[in-house]
């Protein structure tokens, strides 16, 4: 279970440094290796660490840093999802897949392609434009289809458009920002 006594016990044991080669982009691995409180990817991979032969999405690829962070743990399966394709990422990592498309297909109106994987998945990092359209429609997507499990949310405190969705999440949540992005991390558990 993901509590943030567990995330305390283990985010400090773990060193990003091996997985850091596989990005291509010397500013990405900057952060990559920021420690707890100031990037997520420590988070990120701690959270690995509570699953095992899971699937693991992450939504908003861009460089591929998030993904790499949640291979972490190399019995999981990670599903990166982008609408353009920005990866500075060694390709021969294989827990990690990537798709470009929309995963709730809002452009092509093509509904329910991917509600499997997202009800099959133990963990959802939300990390997208932060306008709070993507968010919002994401958020009432989950609850539509009745998922089970974790969402992780990157930079809720970025602007008052994410406070607000925040803020307008009904389920258990907790507020992870000490120990993930200094622009705000949560988590919602969707029972
Ligand atoms: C802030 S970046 C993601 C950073 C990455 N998660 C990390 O932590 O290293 C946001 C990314 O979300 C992508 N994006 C925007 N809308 C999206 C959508 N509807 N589905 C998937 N990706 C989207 C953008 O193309 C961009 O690459």
């Not at 095992?52 to 992450?58: C, N």
């Not at 109106?109 to 994987?117: A, E, F, I, M, S």
């Not at 099959?120 to 089970?148: A, C, P, Q, V, W």
Request: hydrophobic share 35%; proline share 1%; glycine share 6%.
């Amino acid at each position: 279970m993901i509590s943030i006594q567990n995330i305390n016990d283990s985010i400090y044991n773990i060193d990003l440094s091996e997985l850091s080669k596989n990005l291509h982009n010397e500013n990405m691995v900057k952060d990559f290796l920021e420690p707890p409180g100031t990037n997520h990817y420590q988070l990120l991979s701690c959270f690995s660490l509570f699953f095992d032969d899971s699937i693991l999405l992450d939504i908003g690829t861009n460089e591929g840093a998030s993904a790499l962070a949640m291979s972490y743990n190399k019995s999981n399966k990670i599903y990166s999802f982008d609408l353009v394709d920005n990866r500075k990422i060694n390709e021969n990592l294989n827990n990690i897949h990537y798709i470009i498309d929309d995963i709730t297909r809002e452009y092509t109106g093509n509904d329910g392609k991917y509600d499997n994987l997202v009800l099959s998945s133990s963990m959802i990092m939300l990390d997208t434009e932060h306008d709070g359209r993507f968010e919002f429609k994401f958020y009432k997507y989950l609850k539509k289809i009745n998922y089970k499990g974790y969402l992780f949310l990157d930079d809720i405190y970025l602007n008052k458009i994410m406070v607000n969705f925040w803020n307008y999440i009904t389920e258990e949540k907790m507020d992870l920002t000490n120990l993930g992005h200094w622009s705000g991390s949560g988590l919602v558990v969707f029972k």
